[in-house]
């Protein structure tokens, strides 16, 4: 009986993986095809029908490709940071509120917040290892960036958290039955969207990959399947960023199919923003997070707080 509940779960991590990179290599053809649209063309449309292979044929390309070691490189960290980087974005989907038999996440919203704070250290490791200047001003570059944004996200979590008064991401579900938290805290979730963009480095604050001056930013040495991992950990966490503003602002029911029309949408929405706005200036971006979002988020943080205790007291 032991042995059963320690091999279901693992098991189910194995299959969860499995379907999140399989997610991840259609994300990248929505995001091609909807680009195409955009700029009014056709996108991916050779390999299979309407382009549906394309995923597969990318992903055998790159794996098959020459994977290149820059001499100068410092080679462990080069070659580890877009493991870890993969393997973080894959671990954060394991606190996810599933129903079936999964690992009991009590603290879950903790766990989410310890691995997107080690993913910084991955995009430091990646731009500094290789001991290229440019893939170092990405990598400077993207640090910065996240953890000024992840100081926005800590507290809208923190809001959340009061609300609905524990660390478990299944109170979510519970407490928005009747009524989504949307509703009640917009500005939250529309700075939460932003935020999203900001520390998945996607456009328009994409400083880490500014190809205009840095090549290609902190992955500029990198091929193959290097290159592939780094790209699998992006997509993976715009997938799961998606997953969680749905669990948090719009009821994430799983069980629903109304929950995958949700996480489509978001997504697409990532990829509209995408092919719709330019790049930031970068003393812009670090204003936006220092004095718009973060009094905002700390305002909203004292209104729950203030709400909870009253509440408490008229109870």
């Known amino acids: 009986m032991y042995y059963i509940e320690l091999i279901i779960p ?38 299979g029908f309407l382009g549906i292979l394309q995923p597969f044929s990318d992903a055998i390309k790159l794996f098959s490709k020459e994977q290149t070691n820059p001499l100068m490189s410092n080679y462990f960290m080069y070659y580890f940071s877009p493991i870890f980087s993969l393997f973080l974005s894959l671990l954060i989907w394991l606190c996810f509120p599933f129903y079936f038999k999964m690992y009991s996440f009590n603290l879950g919203i903790l766990f989410f917040l310890s691995c997107m704070s080690l993913g910084v250290y991955s995009v430091m490791i990646a731009g500094w290892s290789s001991n290229s200047n440019y893939a170092m001003l990405g990598g400077i570059r993207a640090v910065a960036q996240t953890i000024s944004y992840e100081v926005s996200l800590f507290l809208i979590l923190l809001s ?53 001056e840095l090549v290609s930013g902190f992955n500029v040495e990198y091929s193959g399947g290097g290159f592939a991992l780094i790209f699998l950990a992006e997509y993976s966490s ?73 509440m408490i007291n008229n109870i």
């Not at 991401?169 to 509703?183: D, H, V």
């Not at 995408?274 to 004292?302: C, E, F, H, Q």
């Open 160 to 212: 959340m958290i009061f609300l609905i008064m524990g660390y478990n991401m299944m109170f979510f579900l519970y407490y928005q039955i009747n009524l989504w938290f949307l509703f009640i805290s917009f500005p939250l979730a529309g700075i939460w969207f932003v935020t999203s963009l900001a520390e998945t480095n996607r456009t328009p604050f994409d400083f880490a990959e500014g190809e205009s």
């Open 238 to 310: 715009i997938l799961f960023m998606s997953a969680l503003f749905i669990i948090m602002f719009l009821g994430g029911n799983i069980y629903s199919i109304t929950y995958f029309f949700k996480l489509t949408l978001l997504s697409f929405l990532f990829i509209w923003v995408r092919g719709t706005l330019p790049r930031y200036r970068y003393d812009k971006l670090m204003y936006l997070a220092w004095k718009s979002y973060l009094p905002i988020s700390l305002n909203y943080l004292l209104f729950n707080i203030g709400f909870i205790i009253f």
């Open 10 to 47: 693992f098991f189910n991590s194995i299959f969860l993986i499995i379907f999140v990179l399989v997610s991840v290599a259609f994300l990248t053809l929505l995001e091609r095809k909807g680009l195409g649209y955009i700029q009014i063309r056709k996108g991916p449309n050779k390999v």
